[in-house]
Nanobody
Framework: QVRLVESGGGLVQPGGSLRLSCTAS????????MGWFRQAPGKEREFVAT????????NYADSVKGRFTISRDNAENTVFLQLNVLKPEDTAVYYC?????????????????WGQGTQVTVSS
């Protein structure tokens, strides 16, 4: 069993930055590909970014490419999502997820464990 806890969300002005963290307990994350997803009110959960279990492969949604960066520190059992040049449409609850496979996926139903989410609000 893997327990995931996200942190780092908050209120930020358009153009600002945030760094989200997802820390795991229960098992080492080095056996899991990791993903970040987000869900805005009234919308489906959508893929944001994913990283392989070794960290050598990443993939991003087109809407965040060039602005967000996913990374991981397996020694610290933590995955990060750096959010830059934030826009109001980035407002959502952001979730991290773990997939017991070497490569991540953009499909939420292919992940085995989820965190509780952290709110990101982009507003002036």
């Amino acid at each position: 069993q893997v327990r995931l806890v996200e942190s780092g969300g908050g209120l930020v002005q358009p153009g600002g930055s945030l760094r989200l963290s997802c820390t795991a307990s229960g098992q080492t994350l080095s056996s899991y590909a990791m993903g970040w997803f987000r869900q805005a009110p009234g919308k489906e959960r959508e893929f944001v970014a994913t990283i392989s279990w070794s960290g050598d492969s990443t993939n991003y949604a087109d809407s965040v490419k060039g602005r967000f960066t996913i990374s991981r520190d397996n020694a610290e059992n933590t995955v990060f999502l750096q959010l830059n040049v934030l826009k109001p449409e980035d407002t959502a609850v952001y979730y991290c997820a773990a997939r017991e496979y070497f490569r991540g996926s953009s499909f939420p139903n292919e992940y085995d464990y989820w965190g509780q989410g952290t709110q990101v609000t982009v507003s002036s």
